[in-house]
């Protein structure tokens, strides 16, 4: 094994958690402490994307751009990354953050719909950016058919394809197999984005470092979607045992998440029951926060309106769906003899 | 009137452009479909259409130009062919009912503002998404004042073409665009989501508004069952999958109430399959903007003549 890249998203994923809540002066400090403890891209962005904002997810606080030029500002060493999803953010958004610094731009899919990404990431290859391509909830299709969407990427541009698990539902073997079948297919870089939700964030980023990937995700704390993605700083430990350290302070990037993230954190992710559910029925990890919101008013229990949006085949940012289906099963229930 | 009917064409012999003609053939109303025009001569659309006994030609435009018999003409090509079909639309005096993105003339939605493109040669139909939502944001304006609206389209990946999908950046702009003009919302927002489900889902939309002040919640909702009965007209399909909701929600411009209205289209199946609600509607719409204005030519060749 090689030593991989590490991005930190939680300033991007962990916007989930924090329900879009960061503020300039939290990512004045997560950059900083990041930055020095030697991580060398750091993502910062809506939990859904640029143009996240929204009532489907949920407002930002601060204005994902402000934050950016934030990051961008404090950043010594490390590059700033965005996240992009075509049919929420445009082309506009692209522009408008790369004039706010951004430097490599992540362009997120459904893993089965990979070319309604090409003008994104021809815009953002014309601006000479890094460009990675996202292919979410990729445990939904088999190995073979996601080399052949990840080939569409690397055909429109992408320096870098992902592996993403945004439902949290693989295990080590899904994940191994996958990255391996990209590996074998494409000629740019592999990457695996892990989620916590059955308890293996940080052994399936392993499994996908043994297949081979070239970059991989963290968040300090596991700060994320769901039951949060694999924790910075125990990656970084993990590296540094395995002998392929990239370059990370493990000790720094442990008080970074102890004294600077631990503290802002509303709660602190991890499989409860509703985020197992999430894992176990795959499905996409932001629902977690708006489940249990929407369980509380229509009185069903989370689970059962996160398993039945499984058998629904719902896909990455479908929130809408959860009052759809809390509204079915409430009328069932009341229907139902007692 | 009688019997009398206004000659129509359909520019277009793909999916939507057939199934246009069989909604044409199905309710002619005022219309006569006199001819599909295509440009591939070995399309099933134009096979189709011979079958049926309309005239079908792999000519496009030409064929179009060839008969001045024909007044309204349905361009169901691509936006950028439709650039060059509106000005030769125009010089010959047809109207056209523009179903691209091209937008050479103003968007219409048939409850909504048809009645004020009436004298429009080009009229536009915007997108899918648009055609589903902007009726029920302008079903909230007309009762109280939307400061903001956002819908999310959902709709089967087998039901977004490639015209769809290297475009997909246009659909957020043209439908949040016409949330605003057309819906009534003071500021709009537009989201598209493809569904690879299998089998495939039909075509869904969240229609999320924030009133600007106090508003009676009774009235908004007849208002919106109101509007649901009447897209229903023409786009049998249409209907709210629940009443609507109110509840109260943190946004930009502190704590709102916001009203959410869940609503799933399931097209007619004329020719495109029933779970491709967001291409019937389009079709449908087509159909019913033929028809205002096919009736409105026969009103008015009553009084010339």
Redesign the interface.
């Known amino acids: 094994m090689k030593a991989p890249r590490l991005t930190d998203t939680t300033l991007r994923d962990g916007s989930h958690a924090m329900a879009h809540t960061f503020t300039r002066q939290h990512v004045r400090e997560i950059v900083t402490a990041l930055d020095r403890a030697g991580v060398p891209v750091i993502e910062v962005t809506h939990g859904d994307g640029l143009a996240g904002s929204s009532l489907q997810y949920g407002f930002s606080r601060v204005p994902d751009l402000d934050l950016i030029a934030e990051a961008r500002e404090v950043a010594e060493r490390a590059r700033i990354a965005a996240l992009l999803l075509p049919g929420i953010g445009t082309r506009r958004e692209l522009k408008a953050a790369v004039e706010r610094g951004v430097q490599v731009l992540r362009i997120a899919t459904q893993c089965t719909e990979a070319d309604i990404s090409e003008e994104h990431f021809k815009m953002a290859k014309d601006m000479g950016l890094e460009t990675v391509g996202f292919l979410m909830m990729s445990h939904m299709r088999s190995p073979e058919f996601l080399a052949e969407q990840a080939s569409l990427m690397e055909s429109y541009g992408a320096d870098c394809v992902y592996v993403v698990d945004s439902a949290g539902a693989m295990l080590p073997h899904d994940a191994a197999a996958r990255v391996q079948a990209l590996k074998a297919t494409l000629r740019v870089q592999v990457g695996f984005h892990a989620h916590n939700n059955l308890g293996l964030g940080i052994g399936n980023t392993l499994a996908a470092l043994e297949a081979g990937a070239d970059q991989i995700d963290g968040c300090l704390r596991g700060l994320g979607a769901g039951a949060g993605n694999a924790a910075t700083e125990v990656l970084a430990a993990v590296l540094d045992r395995l002998g392929i350290n990239p370059g990370l302070d493990v000790l720094a990037l442990m008080d970074a998440a102890e004294y600077v993230v631990a503290p802002i954190m509303p709660f602190q992710p991890f499989p409860d029951r509703d985020a197992i559910t999430i894992g176990y029925a795959g499905v996409y990890s932001t629902f977690l926060l708006h489940a249990k919101r929407i369980g509380e008013q229509t009185g069903v229990d989370p689970r059962a309106i996160l398993i039945e949006l499984g058998r629904r085949q719902a896909v990455a940012g479908q929130e809408d769906w959860i009052l759809d289906v809390a509204l079915d099963l409430a009328r069932k229930q009341k229907h139902a003899p007692a | 009137m009688g019997d009398e009917t206004i000659k129509v064409a359909i520019l277009g012999s793909g999916n939507i452009g057939t199934d246009l003609m069989y909604k044409l053939l199905d309710r002619p109303g005022s219309m006569e479909l006199a001819l599909l025009a295509g440009i591939d001569p070995h399309s099933e659309g134009l096979a189709r259409a011979r079958d049926l006994g309309v005239e079908a030609s792999a000519q496009g435009i030409d064929a179009v130009l060839e008969r001045p018999d024909i007044q309204i003409v349905f361009d169901a090509t691509s936006a950028k062919a439709h650039v060059r079909h509106a000005r030769l639309l125009r010089e010959t005096g047809r109207i056209a009912i523009d179903l691209t993105p091209a937008a050479r003339g103003p968007y219409v939605v048939p409850p909504v503002n048809l009645e004020q493109h009436l004298d429009a040669l080009n009229v536009n139909l915007i997108t899918c998404g648009g055609q589903a939502t902007i009726p029920l944001v302008y079903a909230v304006s007309r009762v109280t004042p939307v400061h ?1 609206a ?1 819908i ?1 389209s ?1 709709v089967a ?1 087998r039901s977004a073409g ?1 015209g769809t ?5 246009e ?3 043209t439908t949040a665009h016409g949330l605003e003009v057309i819906g009534g919302a003071h500021q709009g ?1 537009a ?8 089998p495939p ?1 039909l075509m ?1 939309n ?1 229609v ?1 508004a ?1 009133p600007a002040g106090d508003f009676d919640e009774t009235q908004v909702h007849d208002s919106i069952e109101a509007m649901v009965a009447e897209v229903q007209q023409y786009v049998p399909g249409y209907r709210l ?2 009443p609507p ?1 109110f ?1 109260i ?4 411009w502190g704590r709102k109430p ?1 009203v ?1 209205v ?1 609503l799933e289209v399931e097209g007619a199946g004329h020719f495109l399959p029933t779970y491709a609600g967001n291409l019937d509607i389009m079709t449908a719409s087509a159909r019913r903007v033929g028809e205002v204005f096919a009736r409105r030519l026969l009103s008015r060749q009553e009084v010339y003549v």
Do not use: C, G, W
């Open positions: 903001y956002e999310v959902t990946s490639p999908r290297q475009n997909i950046d659909f957020t702009f927002k989201i598209i989501i493809l569904n690879p489900a299998e889902i869904r969240t999320y924030i999958k629940n909701v509840d929600r943190e946004t930009p916001v959410t869940l």
